[in-house]
Nanobody
Framework: QLQASGGGLVQAGGSLRLSCAAS????????TGWFRQAPGKEREFVGA????????VYADSVKGRFTISRDNAKNTVHLQMNSLKPEDTAVYFC??????????????????WGQGTQVTVSS
């Protein structure tokens, strides 16, 4: 089971850190992805941290601003979001799965999903 938290209201240019906590499993054996969905839009990939060693993958829209990290001791994955923009406003979801690298951004490759946390960025 996944639990996402840390969302809220922030001004443009500000920062938020989202957390995804897992129970009943460990993030080390899964790739963890972050997705978001804005009102009236399709769910989109934000970024992912692979289960094995290797580099994280990010959507172009967040590259250089967002960072995903994993705390194995706390079995938690974080999404650090800096320089937030109004277009980052969405419900953010964490999910885990075992996608191959070429499909790491595909939501259908993720098996377990958290409930989502709202991020609102005001201009």
């Amino acid at each position: 089971q996944l639990q996402a938290s840390g969302g809220g209201l922030v001004q443009a240019g500000g920062s938020l850190r989202l957390s995804c906590a897992a129970s009943g499993g460990t993030f080390r054996t899964y790739t963890t992805g972050w997705f978001r969905q804005a009102p009236g839009k399709e769910r989109e990939f934000v970024g992912a941290i692979p289960q094995s060693s290797g580099y994280n993958v990010y959507a172009d829209s967040v590259k250089g601003r967002f960072t995903i990290s994993r705390d194995n001791a706390k079995n938690t994955v974080h999404l650090q979001m800096n320089s937030l923009k109004p277009e980052d406003t969405a419900v953010y979801f964490c999910a885990v799965g075992r996608p191959i690298r070429s499909s790491i951004s595909a939501s259908e490759m993720y098996v377990y999903w958290g409930q989502g946390t709202q991020v609102t960025v005001s201009s």
